[in-house]
């Protein structure tokens, strides 16, 4: 029997676990939330998303640095559309997610969808399109 591997993801943290401010890849402010966000966010490195930016990635576990680098397991993905542009979220963690923590990032972007459309009201669709697991098994 052949084990599948689970994909490694190399990222670098841009908001550390209970930040309020996103930077975008210049370092310019994004988006200022008006709750702080449960988890770290970061993008990927050498990543490019369809907005032209580094892909976005959730990376759990307890607070990391700004400017941290590291490397986890893809344990699954945000769909998400921003300014009517595909942003998916990658969500890495170094064990597989359980129901709480899928609870927690359902809630937080379902929550999160709506200011971030009032901020981007002239600039797109902005919508949250659900989570999608990915549990490492053959």
């Not at 490019?48 to 759990?60: N, R, T």
């Not at 359980?98 to 969808?113: A, E, H, S």
């Not at 971030?116 to 697991?133: D, H, M, P, Q, V």
Request: aromatic share 14%; proline share 8%.
């Amino acid at each position: 029997m052949t084990e599948r591997r689970i994909e490694q993801i190399h990222f670098v943290i841009e908001v550390p676990r209970w930040g309020f401010v996103k930077r975008g890849a210049r370092g310019e402010v994004d988006f200022i939330s008006p709750f702080p966000c449960p988890f770290n966010y970061g993008s990927i490195v050498g990543s490019e998303g369809a907005d032209g930016d580094p892909d976005d990635v959730i990376v759990l576990g307890p607070r990391l640095p700004r400017g941290f680098v590291g490397t986890l397991p893809l344990r699954g993905r945000i769909r998400f559309v921003d300014r009517g542009v595909l942003d998916d979220k990658m969500i890495c963690a170094d064990h597989p997610l359980d129901w709480g923590v899928v609870m927690v990032l359902r809630l937080f972007f379902w929550v999160y969808v709506w200011p971030k459309k009032i901020w981007n009201w002239s600039c797109g669709a902005t919508r949250f399109e659900g989570l999608e697991i990915y549990d490492g098994e053959p």
